[in-house]
Antibody, heavy 118, light 107 residues
Framework: QITLKESGPTLVKPTQTLTLTCTFSGFSLSTSGGAVGWIRQPPGKALDWLALIYWDDEIHYRPSLRSRLTIAKDTSKNQVVLTMTNMDPVDTATYYC??????????WGQGTLVTVSS | DIQMTQSPSSVSASVGDRVTITCRASQGISGTLGWYQQKPGKAPKLLIYAGTGLQSGVPSRFSGSGSGTDFTLTISSLQPEDFATYYC?????????FGQGTKLEIK
């Protein structure tokens, strides 16, 4: 059974760096084909895909946020970490990590609400 | 980026009704489209993958069709638990993109 769970701060100040950790089980990111993505959802708004990392370290970012995002994996801990620099109030959202399967996200974490405010 | 446009943005329907939601891509994406259901305060749930594939455990009243630029999600007979927001997502190319959502409300 695949599970994922996000962890990190619930409140960050403008200009700070956000670091979120996705801890997963039920699959391995050292196995061919494995991939984990990050998606966010501002309150009352639609889903936005942010980044994706594959088992072989292939990485993709949302182009408009590429300069601010870093995604990395720690296969020994079954974790994927997303960092986003220079946080702004418009980055307030629920951040989800999810398991990628055939291009789609079949298992999701519960999400973590991150508020950006001074 | 490939833009995904859903219609309608919201729809009111009754239990037992047949409902169709449309998703249009700004360029051809072959069959690389998924549909998700999201209930308030919950993570999205994958319903349909690759345009027409029914995800394991999803009731057969949900179906997907289409290819190229135009896709539909159909719920054949609405059940009370189906009232939620639905999103499409293209996986043809990066960046992956989602539609703006369709809120399905009880009439």
């Amino acid at each position: 059974q695949i599970t994922l769970k996000e962890s990190g701060p619930t409140l960050v100040k403008p200009t700070q760096t956000l670091t979120l950790t996705c801890t997963f089980s039920g699959f391995s990111l050292s196995t061919s084909g494995g991939a984990v993505g990050w998606i966010r959802q501002p309150p009352g708004k639609a889903l936005d895909w942010l980044a994706l990392i594959y088992w072989d370290d292939e990485i993709h970012y949302r182009p408009s946020l590429r300069s601010r995002l870093t995604i990395a994996k720690d296969t020994s801990k079954n974790q994927v970490v997303l960092t986003m620099t220079n946080m702004d109030p418009v980055d307030t959202a629920t951040y989800y990590c999810a398991h990628r399967w055939r291009g789609f996200f079949d298992y999701w974490g519960q999400g973590t609400l991150v508020t950006v405010s001074s | 980026d490939i833009q995904m446009t859903q219609s309608p943005s919201s729809v009111s329907a009754s239990v037992g009704d047949r409902v169709t939601i449309t998703c249009r891509a700004s360029q051809g994406i072959s069959g690389t489209l998924g549909w998700y259901q999201q209930k308030p305060g919950k993570a999205p749930k994958l319903l349909i993958y690759a345009g027409t594939g029914l995800q394991s455990g999803v009731p057969s009243r949900f179906s997907g069709s289409g290819s190229g630029t135009d896709f539909t999600l159909t719920i054949s007979s609405l059940q009370p638990e189906d009232f939620a927001t639905y999103y499409c997502q293209q996986a043809n190319s990066y960046p992956y993109t989602f539609g703006q959502g369709t809120k399905l409300e009880i009439k």
